[in-house]
């Protein structure tokens, strides 16, 4: 019999709760059938919704938590009250030992971020942990960190982020020397902020290899799909990643608007339904739900608050992938080449420089 992957769930977390997560389990099961759960979250609640699920109550063990972490919690917050009996630290604390190999949880991002950093901790000789959000591209899918763990990033941050986005591109898309990019406001070498120039100057020195750095990359290159990985730091991979979300709300917006305007439009549509249908795929933002927070000892998700049950459902599918495909190994071995080579003796010899 196959080895199951465990993966544990914050039930409480997000805007509907548990009412979201097991509906939305129930659908990651039926395409993993080897996934087994561990669900933390109030027992009044998640109980009734397990009955009437089977077979995802079948595969859980479930253990009830009195409290739960608010959407609007200061970070600072929920580490102090009653951490250690919420749902969302429960769900961490079951990777820290060994029960889980994987979290998922659609609760309060900063609170998430961390719980996480405070259980597991940082991998060694990684400074900051980072965000890594899949982004939908013409050319397939790109990965985008950091999408909001910290604001700001100097050469060597950049740098790790490289890395863990690389190994990532890796396990996920099984690209055995994903390309990099760094974002920046133009791809000429002497534009943009002292620490992406040099950071961009170290990577293409280094000839890194497990990922081929392309050097800078702009806003619009990362629909187009220019490079698998974009690296940025966290205020600006954020700003991104919101205002494509927007834009992709207000495209559907406008065409719902234009197809029921008048008899010929509405005609139209019934005609290019297909086509349409084909396009409110590329923008649901429920299909690549999920973003993995790069950087700690385990593997953590954080799925959309408002996601629905089929979003939460990619969130656990990517949980699965990134176990799977052995995401920490890939990291591991990333790092070991990286500091071997005495890249990081480079990198922080150049931050002396300053």
């Not at 190999?101 to 400074?127: E, H, P, Q, Y």
């Not at 949980?319 to 480079?346: C, P, W």
Request: net charge neutral; with cysteine.
């Amino acid at each position: 019999m196959a080895t199951s992957i465990p993966i544990s769930l914050d039930a409480m977390g997000g805007d509907v709760g548990p009412e979201v997560v097991i509906p939305g389990a129930e659908i990651a099961l039926v395409r993993h059938p080897d996934i087994r759960f561990l669900i933390y979250g109030e027992e009044a609640r998640v109980r009734p919704l397990l009955e009437a699920y089977p077979r995802v109550r079948d595969a859980s063990e479930f253990h009830h938590c009195d409290v739960s972490v608010a959407m609007d919690a200061k970070p600072s917050q929920a580490l102090r009250q009653g951490r250690r009996r919420s749902s969302m630290w429960q769900a961490i604390e079951a990777v820290k030992g060994g029960n889980a190999a994987v979290a998922v949880s659609a609760g309060n991002t900063g609170a998430l971020m961390a719980m996480s950093k405070f259980c597991l901790r940082t991998m060694a000789n990684i400074d900051r942990p980072a965000i890594a959000a899949i982004w939908p591209t013409s050319r397939g899918e790109s990965i985008v960190l950091d999408v909001g763990a910290t604001i700001g990033a100097d050469a060597q941050q950049l740098i790790d982020f490289a890395i863990l986005g690389g190994a990532m591109a890796r396990a996920l898309f099984g690209i055995e020397k994903p390309s990099v990019g760094l974002l920046n406001i133009g791809v000429e070498e002497v534009k943009g902020l002292e620490d992406v120039r040099t950071a961009g100057r170290l990577l293409r020195d280094m000839s890194l290899p497990n990922l081929t750095y392309k050097g800078f990359v702009e806003g619009d290159d990362i629909g187009q799909g220019a490079v698998d990985v974009v690296v940025t730091e966290g205020f600006a991979g954020n700003i991104a990643l919101k205002t494509a979300e927007g834009t992709a709300k207000q495209i559907g917006g406008y065409l719902r608007e234009a197809m029921g305007r008048t008899l010929m439009s509405k005609i139209g549509y019934m005609f290019a339904k297909g086509a349409f249908g084909v396009l409110r795929e590329k923008l649901d933002p429920n299909k690549v739900n999920g973003g993995v927070f790069l950087g700690l000892n385990g593997i953590v998700i954080k799925s959309h608050g408002g996601a629905d049950a089929e979003g939460y459902a990619a969130a656990i599918d990517l949980a699965y992938d990134m176990v799977k495909n052995q995401l920490t190994d890939k990291i591991s071995q990333d790092l070991v080449h990286y500091h071997r080579g005495g890249f990081g003796e480079a990198a922080a010899n150049s931050k002396g420089d300053k």
